[in-house]
């Protein structure tokens, strides 16, 4: 199995909701990564676990909320959001923090839309 | 000066076409050197990897690397429209440093 898989595909949430999106791989990676994308941007890093625990917090407002329940997934809670965070996001992973000697492996995303 | 410059484009070539696609980098510490592929609404794909100066090739693709000049490039030759994507260059140095990516460019292959 050489797949990052992300749910839901599309979520759409209103401001009060409380969601979560999920990531799960079985390529035995140790660290695994959330990014935000925005149309015709680069992916921007949100979180990096390592041996499932938070490794960077790239000073996420506390409304996106991490976790990692064991080596195989990652969760990440979102309540109270803004229509600003309306995106793409993007769960990774990779064998060591860093990349090791394959890089990243990336899912295909949950598209959110905050209404 | 931002760490990684990757010009945005749109570019556009017709079917069989060469497609050069460039970064230029200001870190030195720079060690490793990543290409991915992107289709619309999808995930990032790993297309070439790349640790060192020279070129490496993987059919169609070469991904060339001048750490004296601080610049990397990808070549896509007989390009198709299943080319067509965003292709994000990205770099990171040694050590557990996340990667960082360039802004990507869209790429139009018209057959």
């Known amino acids: 199995d050489t797949e990052v898989t992300q749910t839901p595909k599309h979520l759409v949430m209103g401001m009060t909701n409380k969601k979560s999106l999920k990531c799960e791989q079985h390529?035995?990676?140790?660290?695994m990564y959330w990014y935000k994308q925005k149309a015709k941007k680069p992916p921007e890093l949100m979180f990096v676990y390592s041996y499932e625990k938070l490794s960077i917090n790239e000073s996420v407002p506390s409304r996106f909320s991490p976790e990692c329940p064991n080596s195989s997934l990652l969760n990440l809670h979102l309540h109270a959001l803004q229509p600003e965070d309306s995106a793409l996001y993007l769960c990774?992973?990779?064998?060591?923090?860093?990349?090791?000697?394959?890089?990243?492996?990336f899912g295909s995303g949950t598209r959110l839309t905050v209404v | 000066q931002k760490e990684v410059e990757q010009d945005p484009g749109p570019l556009s070539v017709p079917e069989g076409a060469i497609v050069s696609l460039n970064c230029t980098y200001s870190n030195s510490a720079f060690q490793y050197f990543m290409w991915y592929r992107q289709y619309s609404r999808k995930g990032p794909e790993l297309l070439m990897y790349t640790y060192s100066s020279g070129n490496k090739e993987d059919g169609r693709f070469t991904a060339q690397v001048d750490k004296s000049s601080k610049y990397i490039s990808l070549f896509i030759r007989d390009s198709q429209p299943s080319d067509s994507a965003t292709y994000l260059c990205?770099?990171?140095?040694?050590?557990?440093?996340?990667?960082?990516f360039g802004k990507g460019t869209r790429l139009s292959v018209i057959a």
């Open positions: 990205a770099l990171r140095p040694s050590g557990n440093t996340p990667l960082v």
């Open positions: 990774a992973s990779s064998q060591v923090q860093g990349g090791g000697i394959y890089g990243y492996t």
């Open positions: 390529m035995g990676h140790r660290a």
